[in-house]
């Protein structure tokens, strides 16, 4: 008779039902799973791209105090002003070359004084 009893506790967990319920849960896990890995993946690029962001900041960086122990030393802020604002020391000279900017412009004919209205009336009629 336990062994009857017994059986019939265990057919509530084996029943239709039961496996159900437990099919839906096991679905639903399946689904986060799945979201899980997905927002995994994001995580992963938007880290490597964070990364690679830091790393040019840290060449800026590196970039940027090697020009500010540049401007430590007389030539280094002589460089520079000579560079921004072009400037020279006493005794020296520049020389300064200009681009002719009738490079753009078209080259003009020349027109004849006597070039106007009543000339070209005179040309059209042959007086």
Do not use: C
């Not at 967990?13 to 899980?36: K, Q």
């Not at 090697?66 to 002589?78: F, H, N, Y």
């Not at 004084?113 to 007086?127: C, E, G, M, T």
């Amino acid at each position: 008779m336990l062994d009857f009893n017994r059986k019939n506790n265990n057919s509530f967990w084996h029943s239709p039902l039961m496996l159900m319920v437990l099919l839906v849960i096991f679905v639903l896990f399946l689904y986060n799973m799945i979201g899980l890995v997905e927002r995994e993946k994001e995580t992963s690029k938007k880290k490597e791209q964070i990364l690679a962001q830091i790393e040019t900041l840290r060449n800026r960086e590196s970039l940027l105090s090697k020009d500010i122990s540049k401007l430590k030393t007389p030539e280094g802020i002589e460089e520079t002003i000579r560079d921004k604002y072009q400037v020279t020391k006493e005794g020296e000279k520049m020389v300064v070359i200009v681009d002719s900017d009738n490079k753009d412009e078209l080259p003009k004919e020349e027109i004849p004084a006597n070039h106007n209205f009543w000339s070209w009336i005179k040309k059209v009629l042959k007086i």
